[in-house]
DNA sequence: CGTCTTTGACCTGCGC
DNA sequence: GCGCAGGTCAAAGACG
């Protein structure tokens, strides 16, 4: 009884989601006309990444006042010269070395570390989807990127600037995750033993501030099974790659604590690049507007275009700061943001630091963040620090 | 009709 | 060995 109604509350909070929607993009709307970075909107555009051992277990194994171990939620300031604009304000080579004393290094980025299983980011998105009206078809919804790799929100303004909303990275390390988990009262024999089988899988889990369960990353997923979690009201789900030969898998929950936050764990690599029919937008994954950084993609659909690095690096070898998120948010030319797939967030080993070095600018530097972030927002993160520096 | 979701059953691993 | 929880399978139904 209590089972079914959890379950039940469950669907009826998916059934708001698109509600929600509207909400969503009014409040966007209203960011974008803010200049100040230094604003604290509603929305946390936050950015964890973990350890390469962290797991989804680990995570929601942890005592829990907060719903998570790590402060994702930390209020900070822009001003910290360490917050998430700032990052985007370093281009890829600075993320691969910077070694300042700031809180999160990219040197400890998980990524470079391969022997791992699961690396955590977290993402805030917008909490809900675009502002698709129901009089579109099914279809967009379903394709409206909602993913950490994958947001895309209409906008009632091309110039859009600005999510004025604080954007943080805090990169646990690697060593930090294993102490923790050494740090268990199981023997160390049977945590050894699990270790080896975590390093078995490459595990990337994303943590989501999205009402949206099922985040569109633009892969096309296949729901193969649902489980009740322990200690939570909510369920989760299990997704399998569709492509054929593609044994990528993910699995969606929803924090029990913060069902605003959502876990997204993708498992494994996927063998193929982007799809070629994301939800039935092929036309756009070959748009020449890709070139220029936008896409054509008309105002009442969304699509997955395919990045211009995909179009021609189809077989980088396998570059770890690509291996996020090879989704990058563009705006079309009606305004409506158009996300790219995560292709990193599978891990497809294209090497993005060789791609686009003539045109696209807000993709060509900014390494693993441009991949995660819109770059609209990337680009309004240098368009103010520019304007900073003037005030200056 | 094809695709996707739902859901109960089944399998597997782990802890006791 | 048993029970539990997580993970997967597969048939049935929903949906466009």
Redesign the pocket.
């Known amino acids: 009884m209590e089972k079914k109604i959890k379950?039940d509350h469950h669907?009826e909070q998916?059934k708001e989601e698109l509600n929600s929607t509207k909400n969503m993009e009014t409040t966007i709307s209203s960011s974008t006309h803010m200049m100040n970075l230094g604003t604290i909107s509603d929305h946390h555009h936050q950015i964890e990444v973990a350890g390469s051992n962290m797991n989804?277990?680990s995570i929601f194994d942890t005592p829990i006042s907060s719903p998570f171990p790590y402060s994702y939620f930390e209020d900070h300031s822009s001003n910290n010269p360490n917050s998430f604009l700032d990052l985007l304000r370093q281009d890829q080579h600075q993320f691969a070395s910077s070694s300042n004393s700031s809180s999160f290094s990219f040197d400890a980025f998980p990524l470079q570390n391969n022997n791992n299983n699961t690396n955590l980011f977290f993402t805030d998105l917008p909490l809900s989807q675009p502002s698709t009206t129901k009089a579109e078809?099914?279809?967009v919804v379903?394709t409206t990127p909602t993913s950490p790799n994958s947001t895309s929100f209409s906008s009632s303004s091309n110039e859009a600037a600005n999510d004025t909303t604080n954007k943080e990275v805090i990169v646990k390390d690697q060593e930090d995750v294993d102490q923790q988990e050494q740090k268990s009262t199981?023997p160390q024999l049977?945590a050894k033993?699990?270790q080896q089988?975590k390093a078995r899988e490459a595990r990337f889990a994303f943590l989501t501030k999205s009402d949206i369960d099922?985040l569109d990353d633009g892969y096309?997923?296949?729901?193969?099974?649902?489980?009740?979690?322990?200690?939570s009201p909510y369920p989760?789900?299990?997704?399998?790659c569709?492509t054929v030969g593609c044994g990528v898998?993910k699995?969606v929950e929803r924090s029990s604590d913060d069902p605003s936050i959502v876990m997204t764990t993708y498992?494994d690599q996927h063998t193929h690049p982007f799809p070629m029919t994301p939800?039935g937008h092929i036309g756009m994954l070959t748009s020449p507007n890709l070139e220029h950084g936008a896409t054509t993609a008309s105002s009442s659909s969304f699509s997955i275009p395919r990045p211009r690095y995909l179009l021609s690096q189809h077989h980088q070898p396998y570059n770890m700061y690509n291996n996020s998120l090879s989704m990058v948010n563009r705006s079309s030319s009606d305004g409506t943001f158009v996300n790219l797939g995560p292709s990193s967030f599978s891990r497809f080993g294209y090497d993005m630091s060789q791609a686009s070095t003539s045109t696209t600018s807000t993709i060509r530097d900014h390494g693993l963040l441009q991949d995660i972030l819109p770059s609209q927002i990337r680009s309004d993160t240098i368009n103010t620090r520019t304007n900073e520096q003037d005030t200056q």
């Open positions: 379950e669907q998916q989804l277990s078809s099914s279809e379903s199981k049977k033993t699990k089988k099922n096309r997923w296949r729901k193969y099974g649902q489980k009740a979690v322990k200690n989760r789900s299990y997704y399998r569709t898998k699995r498992e939800r």
